[in-house]
């Protein structure tokens, strides 16, 4: 079995800083690569950023300059540190990877964290 856990989130000021945390755990073989995504209210998720094993990184435009995102693949740890925050950044915030599992024959599957409440107040 594997679990994404995610941490960080919370009630922040206008112009402070987050950062949030998902850690993968279970059987796992491999790790392919790794996003962050949000739900405001009444809106379709959307991805924010990600980043594949060796680094490369993508960004959506409303948070290019202000949010970074990062991973520890010894510790099957991405991060996402938010600076700048603005009010339409408040969201649950949704870490996403490709896992396989030990045994799967390397295939890879869709996991979701269970997700982290970001909220920015004006």
């Known amino acids: 079995q594997v679990q994404l856990v995610e941490s960080g989130g919370g009630l922040v000021q206008a112009g402070g800083s987050l950062r949030l945390s998902c850690a993968a755990s279970g059987s796992i073989f491999s790790i392919n690569g790794m996003a962050w995504y949000r739900q405001a209210p009444g809106k379709q998720r959307e991805l924010v950023a990600d980043i594949t094993r060796g680094g490369s990184t993508n960004y959506a435009d409303p948070v290019k300059g202000r949010f970074t995102i990062s991973r520890d693949n010894a510790k099957n740890t991405v991060y996402l540190q938010m600076n700048s925050l603005k009010p339409e950044d408040t969201a649950v915030y949704y870490c996403?990877?490709?896992?396989?599992?030990?045994?799967?024959?390397?295939?890879?599957?869709?996991?979701w964290g269970q997700g982290t409440q970001v909220t920015v107040a004006s």
């Open positions: 996403h990877t490709r896992i396989a599992r030990v045994g799967s024959g390397v295939v890879f599957r869709d996991y």
